[in-house]
């Protein structure tokens, strides 16, 4: 008998409501905004020094003012004492290690900067188009990489809520997002495609039952597979949720159903007679929660 605890079984916590808590995303004008707008003597001495750090010295065309005034802000704020070097660079987003602080410790941490004027966009429409909750986005890149920054926080937050590994969200400011670390650059966690899984059986109990939690609590991943599922410390740990949507989302049971494929696909090379369909009945057999009450539009904003 295989011991789901092996692969690190969160228990959930109790939520107060899922499925709409940001409702209404705010996407105006920030304090980095603010800050970058002001340009004030300290903000302005902070932003040469880190355009000059050897980590940021070939992103200086893609990081606006108010980039560095947001990164600036969660310094002030406590969220980031020190920048480490990147630990994935992409299209859309950079990540950095960073050293930040918890109740007086230190601890490392992963700094997620999003680029405004990251050029393609496909990816971010297919999971925002007809969702009630960016209506008015438009082709405003701001405006979407801001609202995609906060739901990806809110993201994490719900999916800890309902009881799934998932790293630690920490902080949010404009387009850049601060969450635990699982793993050092020098001692990366693995995807679960790159590593021998020496108990699939487990595994797949573990990844079906987080799935089931998701969408009890009113959340589907969008795109799940073992590209951005990863182990560390025997923990499995689900990632990159920035395109994850609430069951009200028009291709909500699409993706659910794809996530379903892409899952059964690789535990059945892993030689385990499993199919996306059963896996879908087993995920969706439990009834969501209601959706949250208006007060949960806050979460996005914490």
Partial sequence: MSDPDEYGFLEPEE???VGDEWEEIDVTDTEADRIARRRDREFDEFR???????????????FDDAT?????????????????????????ANVYEALGSKDGEERDVAVKIYRINASNFRQMREYLEGDPRFEGLGNDKKQIVLAWTRKEFANLKRAREAGVRVPEPIA???????????????????????V???????????????????YSAGLVHGDLSEYNMIIHDGELVVID???????????ADEFLRRDCRNVAAFFSRQGLDVS???????????????????????????
């Avoid at 980031?80 to 994935?88: H, L, N, Q, R, T």
């Avoid at 021998?196 to 998701?214: G, I, K």
């Fill in 172 to 194: 949010v400011e404009r387009n850049v997002l601060v969450m635990e670390l699982v793993g050092l650059v020098e001692d990366r966690a693995r995807r679960l495609a790159e």
């Fill in 241 to 251: 949720l920035g395109q994850a949507v609430t069951i009200h989302h028009p291709n």
């Fill in 15 to 17: 939520a107060e409501g």
């Fill in 68 to 92: 560095f005034a947001a990164i600036y802000k969660l310094v002030q704020d406590g969220y980031v004492d020190a920048f480490g070097g990147p630990i994935s660079t992409g299209k859309e």
């Fill in 196 to 214: 021998d899984v020496e108990n699939p059986e487990t595994a797949y109990e573990v990844v079906r039952e987080y799935m089931r939690r998701l």
């Fill in 48 to 62: 040469k020094r880190l355009k000059d750090a050897d980590q940021f010295k070939v992103e200086q065309s893609v």
């Fill in 276 to 302: 996306g369909t059963d896996l879908y009945d087993f995920v969706t057999e439990v009834e969501p929660e209601p959706a949250g009450t208006p007060e949960d539009a806050d979460d996005a904003d914490a």
